[in-house]
Nanobody, 116 residues
Framework: QVQLVESGGGLVQAGGSLRLSCAASGSIFRINAMGWYRQAPGKQRELVAAIPNGGSTNYADPVQGRFTISRDNAKNTVTLQMNSLKPEDTALYYC??????????WGQGTQVTVSS
């Protein structure tokens, strides 16, 4: 079992910044990648950014150049720095920990709202 606890969401004006953090606990040695998804009202959940163990980061096209994902393996955390936020970034953001094709753990979600 892996437990994920997110923090850092909130309300910000367009052009502002927010920083999301996700702390992992439990069987963290099983984690092969971590990252963030988001889901806006009426839309499907979409990948925002991912960072595998020892691999290069991946970003969705809409956030490329504005968001930065990082991991602190000593603290078992993954962070998403979001800059130049846009109203279309408004969504519920979920941290995930990828174990295998058959097992992924999810956080409870943290709301990000960007006002225009």
């Amino acid at each position: 079992q892996v437990q994920l606890v997110e923090s850092g969401g909130g309300l910000v004006q367009a052009g502002g910044s927010l920083r999301l953090s996700c702390a992992a606990s439990g069987s963290i040695f099983r984690i092969n990648a971590m990252g963030w998804y988001r889901q806006a009202p009426g839309k499907q959940r979409e990948l925002v950014a991912a960072i595998p163990n020892g691999g290069s980061t991946n970003y969705a096209d809409p956030v490329q150049g504005r968001f930065t994902i990082s991991r602190d393996n000593a603290k078992n955390t993954v962070t998403l720095q979001m800059n130049s936020l846009k109203p279309e970034d408004t969504a519920l953001y979920y941290c995930y920990a990828f174990i295998s094709a058959y097992q992924t753990y999810w956080g409870q979600g943290t709301q990000v709202t960007v006002s225009s």
